[in-house]
Each structure stands twice: as C-alpha cells, then as structure tokens.
C-alpha cells in the first residue's frame, strides 16, 4: 500500500512563510521582506525560499512587481468565513458566542503548538508573554494577549488556525468599556491572567500537549466566567 510522500521543503516553507504572513497582519498590497530578510527568518537557502514563493504565486497568494519586489496579492481568508456580524463588538452575548468558539478551537490548537513547534515559536510566544507583563495599559494587555494567542496559532504550522483565530479572536477578547473590569479589580485581574498565560506557555515549552490544552480551556472559560460577571455588575 502506498503512502503519501512527506510535503517537500519549499511545500513546508511555503505554508511556513503564508503563517508568518497571516501572523503578522500583511494585507493585500503589502511588500514582503528582503529576500535575505526572509531567508534567514525561515532559516532556508535561496532556492528553496524561491521555490516556496513561485508556489505561493501560482496559487495566487502572492504577486511579483518588476523591480518592486514581491507583494501579497490577497489573504488566504479572503471571501472565506466570516464569523464576525455587525454590532457584535457591543453586543457583550454574542462575545460570548466568540469565547464558545475559541474554546472549541484554541484548545486543539495549544495541543499541536506542543507537539509541532520550533525553537524560533517558542521564542515568539515568550516574547509576547513578556509584552504582556510590561503591559501598563489594558488596551495594551489586550493587544500583547492576542499576539500571544496568535503566535501559538502560527505554532500549530497550520494557517488555517491563523486565519478563523484571527477573524474571531480580535472580537472576542472582551475590551469594550461598558463591561470592563472595575478598576478596584485591575491588578488581580491582570495577575490572573498572566498565571493563565504562563501555563499555556509551560505547556508548549515543555511540549506537554495535555498540559497545553488544559491550561488553555482553563484560561477560556475563566475569562468567559470573568466577562460575564462583568456583565451581571454592569446591567
């Protein structure tokens, strides 16, 4: 019986290379990085780099300008999914529609950072981890909390986590101010998400998916259980 043969290098990059993409929030029209820059970003020879983007091309993800360098064309999510409805940003039932679907899809996603990520990942999620403790701002938290979240998807190897997690996470981290944490409770609160933040973070260092994806439904459905309570004060 035959198996499938292993996706090839530039296969890898190129799906390496379209997170990276996503991760970093290019849109349509932006210009991509040197092509030494990206060479040593994804630690591959020139060749392999080309290869990876003649694919990307071809697929229509990426286009070239002569003598202006390589370009997105569109993102992958383009005309895909769309989760996000207008007026869900102020409508605190339907965040926690969002915080269902995060649990449901962040927790798998924990799991395969674990198992599936590299050295340079983990420096990545530490470095939004330590963003986060020198957060001074809430709004800057939040912001550190969801470049945490998505870097673990760009750990996964898996784009596709990038994308619906980046559809639905920017609505669902819960920072409108009708529903804020009251001030009296900002620092416990910012503690407890930090301890949260780093047994996700214990979980992927020490590639213990269990523990990873434990320490993620915990953090979901905590917050779920913060927001509401949120809500209950302020209705």
């Keep these: ?22 991760a970093s929030g290019l849109v349509s029209g932006t210009r991509l990085p040197p092509e030494h820059e990206l060479m040593a970003r994804l630690d591959v020879s ?15 993800e990426l286009t070239s ?10 993102m992958a999510d383009d005309g895909g999914i769309r989760v996000r409805e207008e007026g869900e940003a102020v409508n605190p039932h339907a965040i926690l529609n969002l915080l ?15 198992r599936r990520r590299s050295a340079s990942d983990l420096a990545r999620i530490e470095a939004e981890f ?24 760009a750990a996964t190897g898996n784009p596709q986590f990038i994308y619906v997690i980046r559809q639905v996470g920017d609505r669902a981290f819960p920072r409108e101010r009708g529903w804020a944490t009251p001030p009296a409770n900002g ?11 780093q047994s996700i973070l214990r979980g992927i260092s020490e590639r213990d998916a269990v523990f ?12 779920a259980q913060r927001f509401r309570a949120a809500i209950e004060a302020n209705s």
């Design 46 to 60: 020139r060749t392999v780099l080309r290869e990876a983007v003649a694919g990307l091309r071809a697929q229509g």
């Design 100 to 114: 269902e679907v995060r649990l449901a899809l962040e927790v798998e996603a924990a799991g395969l950072a674990a």
């Design 212 to 223: 990873a994806r434990d320490a993620m439904r915990h953090h979901i459905l905590a917050s």
């Design 1 to 22: 019986m035959k198996t499938d043969a292993p996706p090839s290098l530039a296969a890898r990059t190129a799906d390496r290379l379209r997170s990276w993409i996503a």
């Design 65 to 74: 300008r002569r003598g202006s360098g390589v370009f997105v064309a569109r």
């Design 130 to 153: 330590s963003g986060m403790e020198a957060a001074r701002t809430r709004d800057e938290l939040v912001a550190r909390d969801f470049s945490f979240h998505l870097a673990i998807a």
């Design 187 to 197: 620092e416990r609160y910012a503690e407890m998400r930090l301890r949260e933040h």
